[in-house]
Structure formats: C-alpha cells, structure tokens
C-alpha cells in the first residue's frame, strides 16, 4: 500500500514537473503594440518633421542625451561612421530624450563644434609655434575666436543649421516623441535611459540591443 502511494507521489511530481517546463509565459502584452512602429510624429533641429516611410527591414533606433558624455561620445562615433559608410544612414534613426525638444539637438552641435573649432585652432598655434622656433623667431600666441558666439550666429541661420545638421547628423535624427519614448521604454531592458542601441525588424519586433554602438554600426 505504502508503495503503490509513493509511486503515485513519484508520478504526480513527475507530471509537475513536465507541465512547469512545457508552460511558458505569455509574451508581454505592451500599451503601445508592435504596429505602432514608425507610427510617431519627430521633429529635427530645424523643427520639421522628419519623413519614416523609408524605414524598412533591419533599423537601429539609437537612444542618446545630450547631457550625458557616454551619450556624446557613442553620437560622435557614429557620425564618423556614417560619414565613411552613407550607405548606412537609412539604416539608423536617432531620438534625443532630454525634454527640451530642438534645443537638446542644438546643444549636442554645439558642443560637438566647439570641441571640433578649439582643437584645430590649438593645432594651428601649435604648427605656427613650431615655425617660428624653426626660423628663430618670437613666437606671437593668436587670441582665440569667440566660438561661442560663431556656433550661436550658426544654429539661429537657416542655411548654417543645414550645413551643421548635416555633419554631425549624417542620418536622421530627432527629438524627443513621447510616444516613441514610451513605445521603446516598455521593450528596453532596465534602466531606461541613454545611450541604448536597439534593433528592430520591419514589424517592429525588438530583435537585438546595445548599450555601446555595435560592430555593424562601427563600434
């Protein structure tokens, strides 16, 4: 008796066991569903809406902050990337998701212009430097530009704003859309925020991500 209930405890285990293995969770069931891909309404640094139908296939939506180094770095990187590979620019969309819209998206040019102007500037002293210690003359140090001011006159210049959204955009990019946000933040892994790399398929199915820029993107 005894061992007929426990071959019967031996076979109920077993059967628990089965099921655990063979249930499996549901999928996630998001707010914002799959169908919503590339539904959102972004705006570039001019403040105009930028065209998605092009999207199709493999996309990587890379997440940035212009407040953020890690960010920055990983934008530049990319920039210089795509510069190389413009092949690659219809692959790639970007959202800023720092809350203060165009300006977020000005902010990271700007910051990318000055480190760009200052170093060449300090490269030029340098060679100049060099030159006249070579003809034993003084060397008479240049006063800097005012590139701050330079970048300010540039942002606020329809044409100048082309020219720099064009460098160090070599690919579309936007700011922040609360419904992408939200749409992103419930298939990203935790913490939510920049910089993240994700790649869909053209159904909008989440199929691989990043925290630094992938090798296929040139990192």
Known sequence: ML????VCLLAMLSL?????????????EYTHPDSD???????????????LSGYQGATYIVVFSANNEDSCEMM??????????PNKADDVLAMCIDDTGHKALKRHIRQEEWTKRVAEWN????????AAEAAEEVFVPGQMPDFLQQIKDELEDEDDL???MAHHFPF?????????????????????????V???????????EWTTLPTALGG
């Not at 061992?3 to 426990?6: G, L, M």
């Open 16 to 28: 628990s066991l089965i099921t655990s293995v063979v249930v499996a969770d549901p999928p996630p």
């Open 172 to 196: 579309k990019a936007g700011c922040r859309c609360e419904n992408m946000w939200d749409w992103l933040s419930e298939r990203m892994d935790s913490p939510f925020t920049a910089p993240r």
């Open 123 to 130: 490269a030029e002293q340098a060679a100049a430097r060099a």
């Open 3 to 6: 061992k007929h209930a426990f």
């Open 76 to 85: 530049h990187d990319l920039a210089d990337y795509i510069r190389d590979h």
């Open 37 to 51: 891909w590339m539904t959102w309404t972004l705006t570039d640094a001019a403040g105009d809406n930028i065209n």
């Open 162 to 164: 082309a020219d720099l």
């Open 198 to 208: 994700l790649k869909f398929n053209a159904n909008g199915k989440e199929t691989n």
